[in-house]
């Protein structure tokens, strides 16, 4: 009974709360923040979670598993059909290396200092594993769309081609992070002791690819004739039930499966444009019902994670702005007169980011997984208090 009351309750706020969220309404200055990027449903998930109503407790959670990888896969999809090449194409050619670079460059700097670090420090070493460094450095190196489109929209289209290129990086930069998180998820509990693990990892990739390309090959059967909406809808929770189950079966990340089914179907299916429209009309309950589930599983171990969050924060700024001056400078090639901090557009993390924190959190449940999550959660708050100030304030400043 209390599965199915939680279950009915977090579903009733993705699907209501997300109407009071992403608007303008006229609320002070430092709580504008939080009434349009939808952060209050963290606070509402740690008040349904065991440190408080205890609604959502640890033996609740482990029975919605199945809705974790539904929701991770639902994510997934959305995100791979943004790489649809026809339409790329009409990006110019600078863009889309300067944002392939800017979300590359962001991993691997966030990762390698805390790796570094976690090497040069033995006390570090014992709580910051390899894959805890990878998936703050994935997370850290993605942007989010939803706070440059709010912003922007009050700024008219004079900063189009700044506006561009951010979203042209939030679109397309966290293509490398994920697909490193991707792989460290599908492959990364193989063990190097063994000799055979590079087979293992060979065979792995081989159910991995085989198991998209089967799919969408299927699903590309089924779509050889026109179908109702009705059909359509059926046939997306068809895919992604079976897509992320299929994945969780298999020991891979449901988020980064369907991603790479996702690629597939927007580039051989002809309905692509309608089955978009329909994953795109459940974006922002998904992204609640994100934010809710990992703010049920919000920690506060040490006093220590608040003080390591906001330096995780302002290193992850500093990456970003260095990292957006560089692909600005690629971008601006062309002659296109941009800022060199437009970095600091790039600081808001969203809904990718946050599932690919849920995604790690289902499969390497530790003490360490827990440090993780409350770390990046408290910086996402930061990061969308900053981020939404900063943006307003390069548009602003910006010279069209």
């Not at 089914?261 to 329909?278: A, D, H, P, T, W």
């Not at 009309?281 to 703010?295: D, S």
């Not at 408290?378 to 548009?395: A, K, Y």
Request: aromatic share 12%; net charge positive.
């Amino acid at each position: 009974m209390k599965l199915a009351f939680a279950f009915l309750l977090i579903v009733f706020l993705a699907f209501s709360g997300y109407h009071l969220t992403f608007r303008r309404f006229r609320m002070p200055f430092y709580a504008r923040p939080f009434s349009i990027t939808g952060s209050e449903f963290l606070f509402l998930g740690l008040l349904l979670g065991p440190w408080f109503l205890n609604i959502l407790d640890r033996e609740a959670q482990k029975e919605l598993f199945f809705l974790h990888a539904f929701l991770l896969g639902w994510i997934g999809l959305i995100f791979g059909f943004q790489f649809e090449l026809a339409k790329l194409r009409r990006f110019p050619r600078g863009y889309v290396f300067a944002a392939i670079t800017e979300g590359t460059l962001s991993f691997v700097l966030i990762f390698g200092v805390i790796q570094l670090t976690a090497c040069l420090f033995p006390g570090a070493g014992n709580v910051v594993h390899m894959g805890d460094a990878l998936v703050l450095g994935a997370v850290g190196a993605c942007t989010a769309q939803t706070g440059i489109a709010l912003v922007a929209s009050g700024h008219g289209p004079k900063f189009g081609k700044l506006v561009l290129l951010l979203r042209c990086i939030s679109s397309i930069g966290p293509l490398v992070p994920l697909v490193s998180f991707g792989l460290f998820f599908s492959f990364g509990k193989v063990s190097a002791a063994n000799l055979w693990w590079l087979s293992e990892v060979g065979n792995g990739f081989i159910i991995l690819l085989g198991s998209c390309l089967g799919l969408v090959l299927l699903l590309a059967f089924f779509l050889k004739e026109p179908r109702q909406e009705s059909e359509l809808i059926l046939l997306l929770l068809s895919t992604v039930t079976l897509g992320s189950g299929l994945s969780s079966v298999l020991g891979m990340s449901p988020l980064f499966f369907t991603f790479l089914l996702g690629l597939f179907l927007v580039n051989m299916s002809r309905e692509k444009e309608r089955l978009y429209q329909i994953l795109i009309t459940v974006e922002k309950p998904a992204y609640v019902l994100l934010l809710v589930l990992l703010g049920a599983n919000w920690r506060l171990y040490s006093i220590w994670v608040p003080v390591l969050a906001v330096a995780y924060c302002v290193y992850r700024g500093i990456v970003k702005v260095g990292a957006g001056a560089i692909a600005t400078r690629i971008a601006g090639t062309a002659g296109e007169r941009l800022p060199g901090l437009s970095g600091l557009g790039l600081l808001h993390q969203g809904g990718l980011s946050l599932a690919m924190l849920l995604d790690f959190q289902r499969g390497f449940s530790s003490s360490g997984t827990s440090w993780v999550v409350s770390l990046v959660l408290i910086g996402v708050l930061l990061n969308d208090i900053m981020g939404l100030f900063l943006t307003e304030r390069l548009l602003r400043n910006a010279t069209p």
